[in-house]
């Protein structure tokens, strides 16, 4: 069976999801297809901080969609929240971050940037057992509760009447005149008028695999993560703390969330004894109180890992009518809705809200 779609989306995590929210609120008709079920993979597995890890470090292009995404999630998370009765549970606790060596940098970005930061209450230091270098509080930063932002932003574009199929395996790409004039995947063929990739880790594969003579190649990689739950009692911990290279991150319900690996081993997305080990003793080196609550989860995602971190964002070089907005690496949450948002204006030929020239797929 074939349909026809104005705009179909490959890919249905965080980045699929947006992009579909924002074509839909301008009145496009919108499909979105996934190899397995929607918002399972890397935007399920995530810490939902929004907040690059050192932002200071990371490119200009990095940092001009994190703040336009964040100033964006209060509203977007209302709304989702409004609409679906499920609560993305966005947060704003506050981030501890024990060791900044750049501390003059951290200070000059957060100026530049309008983020607000303090020195950390003492109260906040005599709760932990770290070594601390300069620490900085900034106690505007949110999070997000990943599983159930996913689960909201479905709901709400389901309401929307944005269909989903999902578990369907692209079998087959027709192109002519650099038109992409078909998909035809396991379940159904579409006609579409644009499609958009936004399949994570597995977009470069994709690509290469449907268009091997391409002009350009995504650099995108995948990265596994692991993260450990605790299940901890509320108040245990109040905000997300950073030290070094990993954090923890409280839920609202208590649940403290310890994070994460960075480790290239393709697309095996399993959980390892030794993660499991390492996160564990880093959570209960830096509050031994976490020894009294047991670990109720462990789990792997795969990143789309990208040179700088920086997403592919814009038209393919090659095809008039296919896009992408995938690339994200570590900060997919927190880049999100700035990144769907420069993707629509680009599709609905809008003037763009940032400079688009950072992300372009052939900017290597
Ligand atoms: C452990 C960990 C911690 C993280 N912490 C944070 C954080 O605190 N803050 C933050 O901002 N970011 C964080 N991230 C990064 C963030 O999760 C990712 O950048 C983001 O989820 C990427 O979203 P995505 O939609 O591009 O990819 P995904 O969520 O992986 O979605 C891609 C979708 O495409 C589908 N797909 C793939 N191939 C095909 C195909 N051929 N056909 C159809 N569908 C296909 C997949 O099934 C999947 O549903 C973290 C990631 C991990 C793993």
Redesign the pocket.
Same mark, same amino acid.
């Given at each position: 069976m074939t349909l026809d779609t104005d705009i179909l989306i490959? @890919? &249905? $995590? *965080?980045?699929?999801l947006l992009t579909a929210r924002e074509l839909r609120l301008a009145g496009r008709d919108i499909t979105i297809?996934?190899?397995?079920n929607?918002?399972?993979?890397?935007?399920?597995? @995530? &810490? $939902? *901080?929004?907040l690059p890890i050192y932002p200071w470090r990371q490119a200009d292009a990095i940092s001009d969609l994190v703040l336009a995404s964040i100033q964006s999630y209060p509203n977007l998370s209302s709304e989702l929240r409004d609409t679906t009765g499920i609560d993305p549970e966005w947060l704003p606790c506050g981030m501890l971050i024990c060791k900044n060596p750049d501390y003059d940098l951290a200070i000059k970005w957060c100026k530049s940037r309008d983020i607000a930061y303090q020195s950390p209450p003492a109260a906040l230091l005599n709760t932990i057992n770290t070594r601390c270098d300069q620490p900085l509080w900034l106690p505007d930063i949110a999070q997000a509760r990943?599983p159930r932002l996913l689960k909201s932003l479905k709901a709400y574009l389901l309401q929307k009447g944005v269909r989903f199929i999902e578990n369907?395996?692209?079998t087959g790409i027709e192109i002519l005149n650099r038109c992409l004039q078909k998909v035809h995947t396991s379940k159904r063929s579409f006609i579409p008028n644009q499609t958009v990739v936004?399949?994570?880790?597995?977009s470069a594969e994709?690509l290469n695999r449907w268009l091997p003579h391409a002009s350009t190649t995504l650099q995108i990689q995948p990265v596994r993560?692991?993260?450990l739950l605790f299940d901890a009692q509320p108040d245990t911990l109040k905000h997300m703390i950073l030290d070094g290279d990993h954090y923890l991150i409280p839920r609202r319900d208590g649940k403290i969330l310890a994070?994460?690996t960075v480790e290239q081993a393709g697309f095996t997305k399993i959980t390892t004894t030794e993660a499991r080990e390492h996160l564990y003793s880093f959570a209960i080196g830096l509050m031994p109180d976490l020894k009294n609550y047991p670990v109720c989860e462990h789990w792997a995602?795969?990143?789309?890992g990208t040179p700088e971190g920086i997403p592919y964002i814009g038209f393919h070089p090659d095809v008039d009518n296919l896009s992408v907005n995938?690339g994200?690496?570590?900060?997919?949450?927190?880049?999100g809705p700035a990144s769907a948002r420069l993707l629509a204006d680009l599709i609905l030929q809008r003037t763009p809200t940032l400079n688009p020239t950072a992300y372009a797929l052939n900017r290597n």
């Amino acid at each position: 069976m074939t349909l026809d779609t104005d705009i179909l989306i490959i @890919g &249905g $995590g *965080i980045s699929g999801l947006l992009t579909a929210r924002e074509l839909r609120l301008a009145g496009r008709d919108i499909t979105i297809i996934d190899k397995s079920n929607a918002g399972q993979e890397a935007s399920w597995a @995530g &810490g $939902g *901080i929004l907040l690059p890890i050192y932002p200071w470090r990371q490119a200009d292009a990095i940092s001009d969609l994190v703040l336009a995404s964040i100033q964006s999630y209060p509203n977007l998370s209302s709304e989702l929240r409004d609409t679906t009765g499920i609560d993305p549970e966005w947060l704003p606790c506050g981030m501890l971050i024990c060791k900044n060596p750049d501390y003059d940098l951290a200070i000059k970005w957060c100026k530049s940037r309008d983020i607000a930061y303090q020195s950390p209450p003492a109260a906040l230091l005599n709760t932990i057992n770290t070594r601390c270098d300069q620490p900085l509080w900034l106690p505007d930063i949110a999070q997000a509760r990943n599983p159930r932002l996913l689960k909201s932003l479905k709901a709400y574009l389901l309401q929307k009447g944005v269909r989903f199929i999902e578990n369907a395996e692209i079998t087959g790409i027709e192109i002519l005149n650099r038109c992409l004039q078909k998909v035809h995947t396991s379940k159904r063929s579409f006609i579409p008028n644009q499609t958009v990739v936004c399949a994570g880790a597995w977009s470069a594969e994709l690509l290469n695999r449907w268009l091997p003579h391409a002009s350009t190649t995504l650099q995108i990689q995948p990265v596994r993560g692991q993260m450990l739950l605790f299940d901890a009692q509320p108040d245990t911990l109040k905000h997300m703390i950073l030290d070094g290279d990993h954090y923890l991150i409280p839920r609202r319900d208590g649940k403290i969330l310890a994070g994460s690996t960075v480790e290239q081993a393709g697309f095996t997305k399993i959980t390892t004894t030794e993660a499991r080990e390492h996160l564990y003793s880093f959570a209960i080196g830096l509050m031994p109180d976490l020894k009294n609550y047991p670990v109720c989860e462990h789990w792997a995602g795969l990143r789309p890992g990208t040179p700088e971190g920086i997403p592919y964002i814009g038209f393919h070089p090659d095809v008039d009518n296919l896009s992408v907005n995938a690339g994200h690496f570590r900060n997919g949450l927190v880049m999100g809705p700035a990144s769907a948002r420069l993707l629509a204006d680009l599709i609905l030929q809008r003037t763009p809200t940032l400079n688009p020239t950072a992300y372009a797929l052939n900017r290597n």
